[in-house]
């Protein structure tokens, strides 16, 4: 499977085509622990006709493709397939248009996620979605893998902003789906096929997002609880009190430690667990609010509630729960991390089960997570050089992904399957619903060109 | 004694990247290319396979190592506390020793200065006086115009307009080896002064500053003669048994005094990074009470309380602060420069878009790579046009330099001094311009 990269040079321009080991091996991994693999070239094109182009000289050549954004992802999306075609977009950089009348903005899918919400601000506007990475993170890698992030909650994730696609297909020609409208019932809803399709079915090459206005407030509270349970028990109560703060984030104290050291704010490092709350909203309902929520959480078991004085502040501990998962990586060499998700009453049983596992299998783990919307990441601080402690590793997440089902939860909440999640997927789906999936990526990508291998193995 | 390779670093330390991406926004080399071999994650990705032994260290490696900047932005973004300084000075020595290497003129330049003119302080201050000589008396501005130095070959003449602009007064001319507190002013102890190499010769005001604000505050001030470099540069640039030498030749010009003094001083981001961490390089006890005493000046004026100057200016002008790499993410220095600032009199602060990021002065890296220097230069100015500020203040030579250049060649009109400069003309401008007690 020998690439003629020269084919592709005379498509993106010679100068955007890498084949030489030392180029090569930077691009043999994303965000994911433990998965690397060698592409065969890795191009960079810089618009949909040039990606359309070489999708056809890559059918022309028979070679897989694999769609690489920033290299973020957490599940292994877009790690090579060996010897493949790696097309890498972030020279599609561009804010197309902003568009205050309809709410919405069109980008090329190599824009960085925090630059949307930068360039929605600028109108008083406001893109909610805002993944552990939006720093660096592209949007077409967002809208491939479907992220979250922490405001799921009240703004829900990816899915719920995009408006409209244009695709790359497998055998390179180029369509537009959805549009502008809050309601179009024209037809199956194609676009949303494409989202979270985590590159197996197109090439995201243009995304059309709706904004929404931006909240005129925002509080932040950091309530620290003696134990676990009691933290679980004031989500609980907030949420049956009918609040939706924007986010509910959820550390425990391993990833607090990690995360003081690395950001040095004054976290309770001695707390077992510590709420982050935010609301957002009319200043006055703000106000109420987070009244409400400090009563709640004092009432429940909390040690201590701080509201953060300035939006400075607020900021900097948001951004220190963004980076709790790299932090981790401090305490040991590999980290391993699990994006499990079940129903928000079912979570304190999910994260007792997550410690009584790592003890059963003497882990070490740090838990963290999206405590409002269920979303729990699991962390294992392992070395993967050590055979023996991974096969512990493997046999708890088993436990964990079987115990999570049994809950009615997901194997994945936003990470997305790609090649990390892929040997528990068949778990959660019934035989139709397994079959179904490969029903859809076979009549899209029937040669199988697309990301071959992730979500799940070829029929 | 060999240097440590990439082989020999414990495994763990490059085990540590879990390439999660985070570092790539804050790469001025990943900015300029979005290639992932010109990020910090991707550049461990290479120093990982040569531990591994699926890559050779050849010229691909060492020219990547030399494209690094070493401005260690990434270590400030990284979550997971990579030690990219540790990886970057080994990698970079060990390209250095392979003989498949680089080029002949980069070879040259980088053993004139390394070997030749930072080893040695005599020479640098000899050369420091030539240039004085040759500046002063305008000539350098024929001889840039006739080409002259391209005479002796096309390194030296690309060298020749980088040398900065010499002070009237050298650091050991301006600066007395034993500087006490005018009357008046309680002693509160003694400390050491460094002059840096080049800070010593070009921006000797700066140190004569450093000394008076120290003198204004109740420290009596040692200045050791002809100060040996530090050996950062040396660190930075592969020599890692040159910087050992130059480390322990700085010591032990401190060496009589050293016991009694509360702090040894730096004013220099990029000196004070490697100052700090002699331990690291040199095996013996004085090198670890020396990093507990080294101090920036702008850290020891705040942890020990300084005297905020008085004043009531009629005229506030706006300044704005860049940061020197290797003080802001080499030490973590950001707040105490900033709180100087602030509280001077007569300049309204305004915070600088990106003032974290590199200048591409980096050390030698303006002589060394040139275009890509020039390039994170122009970001640099561009953001420093955006404020309002007719004033930019930093505190590294190297990023004063560059700074200054780079505001020439655009055509603004905008001044470059040093958060310490600015106290101690506020200082100057209380006390009626009364000269600091020399005595």
């Not at chain 2, 007719?390 to 655009?410: A, D």
């Amino acid at each position: 499977m020998a690439i003629n990269a020269s084919a592709f040079g005379k498509i993106v321009g010679k100068d955007q085509v890498l084949t030489e080991n030392a180029d090569l091996i930077p691009y043999g991994f994303d965000g994911t622990a433990g998965i690397k693999q060698l592409p065969g070239a890795v191009i960079f094109p810089a618009d949909t006709a040039e990606v359309a182009a070489s999708v056809k000289e890559a059918v022309r050549q028979d070679i897989p493709i694999v769609t690489r954004g920033s290299g973020t992802g957490l599940s292994g999306g877009s790690v090579p397939i060996a010897g493949c075609l790696v097309i890498c977009l972030v020279r599609l950089d561009r804010i197309l248009e902003i568009d205050p009348a309809n709410l919405t903005i069109r980008v090329q899918p190599g824009v960085i996620t925090k630059d949307i919400d930068e360039a929605a601000l600028q109108h008083g506007l406001f893109y909610p979605p805002d993944p552990g990475s939006m720093k660096i993170s592209t949007i077409g890698g967002n809208v491939a893998e479907n992220s979250g992030g922490l405001r799921g909650l009240k703004y829900g994730v990816t899915r719920d902003y995009v408006m409209g696609l244009e695709v790359v297909q497998a055998d390179g020609e180029v369509t537009r789906l959805g549009n502008a409208c809050v309601k179009d019932v024209a037809g199956y809803s194609l676009k949303d096929l494409f989202i979270g399709s985590e590159g197996t079915l197109g090439i995201i090459t243009e995304v059309l997002l709706k904004l929404v206005p931006r909240p005129k407030a925002r509080k932040t509270l950091m309530a620290t609880f003696s134990s676990m349970e009691a933290a679980a028990e004031a989500v609980s109560r907030i949420i049956a009190a009918q609040i939706i703060p924007c986010t509910l984030e959820f550390i425990d104290q391993v990833t607090l430690q990690c995360v003081e050291d690395y950001c040095q704010i004054g976290l309770p490092v001695e707390a077992a667990a510590v709420l982050l709350i935010e609301t957002d909203g009319h200043p006055s309902a703000v106000a109420d609010e987070a009244v409400a929520m400090e009563k709640i959480c004092r009432d429940h078991g909390a040690d201590d509630v701080k509201v953060a004085a300035t939006e400075e502040d607020a900021a900097k501990l948001a951004s220190a729960r963004r980076q709790a998962f790299s932090a981790l990586a401090r305490v040991r060499p590999t980290t391993i991390l699990e994006d499990v998700t079940v129903p928000r009453s079912e979570l304190a049983k999910m994260v007792s089960f997550v410690n009584e596992t790592a003890e059963k299998y003497q882990l070490q783990v740090g838990t963290f997570g999206h405590m409002g919307d269920g979303n729990l990441h699991p962390t294992f601080l392992t070395d993967e050089k050590n055979a023996e402690e991974m096969e512990r590793v493997h046999h708890a997440l088993s436990d964990i992904v079987d115990k999570t089902i049994e809950l009615g939860g997901t194997v994945t909440g936003e990470h997305g399957v790609g090649l990390a999640k892929k040997e528990y997927l068949s778990r959660q789906f019934d035989t139709t619903g397994f079959a179904m999936l490969k029903l859809v990526k076979k009549s899209l990508d029937p040669d199988n060109r697309l990301n071959p291998g992730k979500i799940f193995d070829p029929a | 004694m060999r240097a440590l390779t990439l082989k020999d670093l414990d495994y763990s330390v490059l085990q540590q990247c879990m390439h999660c991406g985070m570092c790539l926004p804050s790469c001025p080399t990943y900015e300029s290319t979005k290639r992932e071999r010109h990020s910090p994650r991707g550049r461990i990705a290479l120093m990982r396979a040569v531990a591994d032994g699926d890559l050779d260290v050849g010229a691909e490696l060492a020219e990547e190592m030399n494209y690094c900047l070493g401005c260690l932005a990434c270590t400030t973004a990284c979550p997971a506390g990579v030690d990219y300084t540790t990886m970057f000075e080994t990698a970079r020595a060990e390209t250095e020793a392979s003989p498949l290497t680089g080029t002949v003129k980069r070879r040259f330049l980088r053993w004139l200065l390394l070997n030749q003119v930072f080893l040695y302080p005599g020479r640098l201050q000899l050369i420091g006086h030539l240039l004085r000589i040759y500046q002063n008396s305008g000539l350098d501005l024929i001889v840039r115009k006739l080409k002259l130095p391209y005479l002796l070959g096309r390194s030296i003449g690309d060298l020749e307009p980088a040398a900065p602009q010499m002070n009237r007064e050298f650091s050991d001319e301006c600066i007395d080896l034993w500087e006490h507190p005018p009357e008046g002013v309680k002693v509160r102890g003694k400390v050491g002064m460094l002059t840096g190499c080049v800070q010593s010769l070009a921006f000797a005001d700066v140190n004569r500053d450093t000394v008076d604000v120290l003198l204004h505050n109740g420290w009596s001030v040692f200045t050791p003669r002809t100060q040996a470099c530090c050996g950062s540069l040396h660190a930075h640039n592969g020599a890692p048994l040159l910087a050992r030498q130059t480390g322990e030749n700085l010591m032990s010009q401190f060496e009589r005094e050293f016991p009694g003094l509360d702090a040894v001083i730096t004013n220099a981001g990029g000196c004070g990074s490697h100052l700090k961490h002699f331990s690291s390089v040199i095996d013996a006890d004085m090198a670890t009470q020396w990093d507990e005493k080294v101090k920036d000046i702008h850290e020891f004026l705040v942890e020990t309380g300084y005297r905020i100057p008085e004043g009531s200016e009629a005229e506030i002008h706006a300044l704005t602060y860049h940061e020197s790499c290797h003080l802001c993410h080499g030490q973590g220095i950001k707040s105490q420069p900033r709180e100087i600032l602030d509280s001077l009199p007569a300049w309204q602060r305004e915070e600088l878009p990106h003032s974290d990021t590199c200048c591409g002065s980096a050390g030698i890296y303006n002589v060394l790579q040139p275009e890509e220097s020039a390039r994170i230069l122009d970001r640099k100015i561009e953001s420093i046009e955006k404020t309002s500020a007719t004033c930019v203040v930093t505190s590294n030579p190297g990023c004063h330099l560059q700074i200054q250049g780079g505001l020439q060649k655009h055509g603004l009109d905008i001044s470059v001094t040093q958060p310490v400069s600015l106290l101690a003309e506020a200082y100057r401008i209380q006390s009626g311009n009364s000269p600091v007690d020399k005595s």
